[in-house]
């Protein structure tokens, strides 16, 4: 048949009571139009139309078991616009169901389809909906989550092995990608290594122990003038997390390597192989900044997001791969960088070894004794802990 949705449904009684306005605005008009067209197209394509359509005509209603039948249209909106569609698509997914079907408007509402969503409020048949559709994916994604980190977990040992191997450490991402696409398995793959009790030990004492001391010491020994420490210590752009990494950075120095002066200079040049800072807006297409990334056998930190000190995500750069960080703090994101040394087998760099050999020993307490540390990791700990 060539007949329209909308010409099968019985329309006669409303045709005799309702009083189109002259003054009705012809925008209200086009938008019922649009939003009738739009549900009318989508329930075509559905099976078991022809009930709702025959239980309307009978009723001028819809059951409870029909009713529930009209959700196929929270699925259809939420396959083309995402399980979070915007306000204004649920409207008019709403709009339409009571413009195709007069008598399922709500003459006590304001627009008549409330009931379907209410803007407002957030809620209606389709908020609903969209809420069930949202848990289910959510628990999907948990489930598939679960199973890959168990997956990881048992691997472990064979991916250790790799790790303690030269020739194969390296390999690593490319035989485990899902490094690259589910976070929170460096954290995992740490704990197996040293255990609960040690993986925590940064974001349990930095913020206690050590940031108010290293920002102390840095003030005192590396600013010869208050000035001089403003400008180079406290106005880093950073939040005042990765400020006190960075400070650190500044009390422990890389070694001179040759030069005649190491120091503050140096101390900044290697700053830049610690974190770096990719201003990304909204909309901004991150994959573009992923390929000017060039291939350093050291881990670093990418932070994006329009300022430094409003960073939306990290990752951890290692071999030109990206690896999101789990956490969105700049403090769980240096946690989780320093430990990606140790799950996938690479060297400190060498810009930045003393920090960080700083941080194993006397924040994380791995190898203590056993790791070579050079006289200025000694005296800055002996500072810091007295």
Not at 88 to 100: N, P, S
Not at 239 to 249: A, N, R, Y
Request: glycine content about 6%.
């Amino acid at each position: 048949s060539n007949l329209s949705l909308s010409s099968s449904i019985d329309s006669s009684d409303t045709q005799d009571t309702v009083i189109i306005e002259q003054s009705s605005s012809r925008k209200r008009m086009r938008l019922d139009d649009e939003a009738k067209k739009l549900v009318e197209t989508i329930l075509v394509q559905k099976p078991g139309v022809e009930r709702i359509i025959n239980e309307y005509n009978r009723t001028k209603s819809l059951g409870d078991e029909t009713r529930r039948k009209m959700v196929i249209l929270a699925a259809d909106m939420t396959e083309k616009n995402g399980t979070s569609p915007p306000r204004q698509v649920k409207e008019k997914y709403a709009r339409g169901i009571v413009t195709l079907f007069p008598y399922l408007s709500d003459t006590f509402s304001k627009n008549g389809y409330e009931h379907y969503y209410d803007g407002e409020s957030g809620t209606g048949y389709l908020a609903w909906r969209i809420k069930t559709i949202q848990r289910g994916l959510a628990k999907e994604r948990r489930a598939s989550f679960e199973a890959i980190k168990k997956k990881m977990k048992l691997t472990f040992d064979f991916r250790h092995n790799m790790v303690l191997d030269p020739m194969q450490s390296s390999d690593i991402l490319t035989v485990f990608p899902r490094f690259k696409d589910i976070k929170g398995l460096i954290e995992q793959d740490f704990v197996l290594m040293f255990g609960e009790g040690v993986s925590g030990k940064l974001l349990e004492k930095w913020t206690t122990a050590f940031k108010r001391k290293v920002i102390q010491q840095c003030k005192i020994f590396q600013a010869p003038s208050p000035y001089i420490f403003y400008v180079l210590c406290v106005y880093t752009g950073w939040d005042s997390d990765l400020s006190s990494i960075i400070h650190l950075l500044h009390l422990i120095p890389p070694s001179a390597q040759g030069q005649k002066r190491p120091g503050k200079v140096s101390a900044s040049q290697a700053e830049k192989h610690l974190v770096v800072f990719k201003k990304v807006c909204f909309g901004t297409n991150i994959e573009e900044h992923f390929r000017e990334i060039t291939a350093i056998a050291q881990p670093y930190l990418l932070a994006v997001g329009p300022q430094k000190n409003s960073v939306h995500q990290y990752f951890i750069i290692l071999d030109q791969h990206a690896i999101p960080c789990k956490s969105t703090s700049s403090l769980g994101a240096f946690d989780e960088l320093f430990k990606a040394h140790f799950v996938f087998g690479t060297s400190y760099n060498i810009m930045l070894h003393n920090m960080f050999t700083f941080i194993q020993t006397t924040v994380y307490n791995i190898d203590v004794g056993k790791v070579k540390e050079r006289p200025c990791v000694a005296e800055v700990r002996a500072r810091l802990l007295s």
